[in-house]
């Protein structure tokens, strides 16, 4: 049996992903610290739920000591939040120097590794949808320290693979998160924080959708590549938040640290690694609505996506089973040259 090493593998992505590498049969050493801001079942409480089903968990400090018989590694552990406000040497000391160390250990026995990055590597991208080729443009410190995260991972020469998730949302979100915000406002008849500039669109993931694209690029990911993994479709904030229903909104200073527009192109993960979205938004804000509101029932699954949103850049190639590629429908607010 396989053992692979997850750090950050009790919070929102990551005790996700632990739950779904044991129910694909892997080993699962996970190593968290706990320094974050957790859901209900989530932290702590992951940590119950996956130490029973046999996970071997460590709370502490992820090292190169963890990675010792681990055929791979997925690194999620970082400080996160595009709007952080931590002090760059703490953002580089968490976020950078750890990612060194641990694909340094990775790469010295012939280990897979992969790093889980973000879609705010592009700041604001000339070109919607982004491919993954397109520059680099941080436009703050978390972003910053997560391109310099993806050079420390691929300057060894092992087996590293980048991820790029857009946006991920679902049940178990950080509470300091737009949409857990969004929903508790709700549910509490306060108003909205909102922080938006106008005109803002997000292209959003389904936590399901994004552990499903982690495992795809720990699977299939080539050596030295970085991968979208978005929703395949960028939604205006005001859509998003008129979808929860009718309510006030507080007006909050916008960051200039977010970017206006995200939108990922998808051809290159659909073609290499089989990747493809298979929650709607409405159907996964529903489900996260219900998790955070019991009594609540989840919405009913929508229609599979099965069309990836590209760009005239974009990786080429045949994807996996019946999906023909095409240009998605794209927000007013975004251009693309393809």
């Given at each position: 049996m396989a053992l692979v090493l997850v750090t950050g593998g009790l919070g929102f992505i990551g005790a996700r992903l632990c739950g779904a590498l044991l129910d694909a049969g892997f080993a699962v050493r996970s190593v968290d610290n706990l320094s974050g801001?957790?859901?209900?079942?989530?932290?702590?409480?992951?940590?119950?739920?996956?130490?029973?089903?046999?996970?071997?968990?460590?709370?502490?400090?992820?090292?190169?000591?963890?990675?010792?018989?681990?055929?791979?590694?997925?690194?999620?552990?970082?400080?996160?939040?595009?709007?952080?406000?931590?002090?760059?040497?703490?953002?580089?000391s968490a976020n950078v120097e750890p990612t060194a160390e641990l694909a340094r250990a990775a790469a010295a026995q012939g280990s897979r590794f992969v790093l889980i990055s973000t879609s705010s590597v592009y700041g604001n991208a000339r070109e919607l949808p982004t491919p993954e080729d397109a520059p680099l443009a941080p436009l703050g410190g978390y972003a910053e320290s997560k391109v310099a995260a993806e050079e420390a991972a691929l300057a060894h020469g092992g087996d590293a693979v980048i991820v790029r998730p857009f946006t991920v949302y679902g049940p178990g979100q950080r509470p300091e998160m737009a949409f857990a915000r969004w929903i508790a406002a709700r549910a509490a008849g306060e108003p909205a924080p909102w922080h938006a500039a106008p005109g803002s669109a997000r292209d959003f993931t389904y936590v399901d959708d994004a552990v499903a694209g982690i495992l795809a690029a720990l699977r299939h990911?080539?050596?030295?590549?970085?991968?979208?993994?978005?929703?395949?479709?960028?939604?205006?904030?005001?859509?998003?938040?008129?979808?929860?229903?009718?309510?006030?909104?507080q007006e909050l200073p916008a960051a200039a640290s977010e970017a206006l527009v995200t939108s990922g192109c998808g051809r290159k993960a659909a073609a290499e690694l089989g990747y493809a979205p298979r929650i709607d938004l409405a159907t996964g804000l529903g489900r996260q609505v219900a998790a955070a509101i019991p009594g609540r029932p989840p919405a009913s699954p929508g229609p599979a996506r099965a069309e990836p949103s590209r760009s005239g850049s974009g990786s080429s190639g045949a994807v996996r089973g019946s999906v023909s590629p095409r240009p998605a429908a794209r927000p007013a607010a975004a251009t693309s040259p393809g």
């Open positions: 801001t957790y859901a209900p079942g989530r932290g702590a409480g992951a940590a119950v739920r996956l130490r029973a089903r046999g996970a071997d968990l460590a709370i502490e400090e992820a090292r190169a000591a963890h990675v010792r018989d681990a055929e791979a590694v997925i690194h999620l552990a970082a400080i996160p939040g595009v709007r952080s406000r931590r002090a760059a040497s703490e953002l580089w990911g080539r050596a030295g590549e970085a991968y979208n993994l978005s929703g395949w479709r960028s939604t205006p904030l005001e859509e998003a938040l008129a979808s929860l229903g009718a309510g006030d909104v």
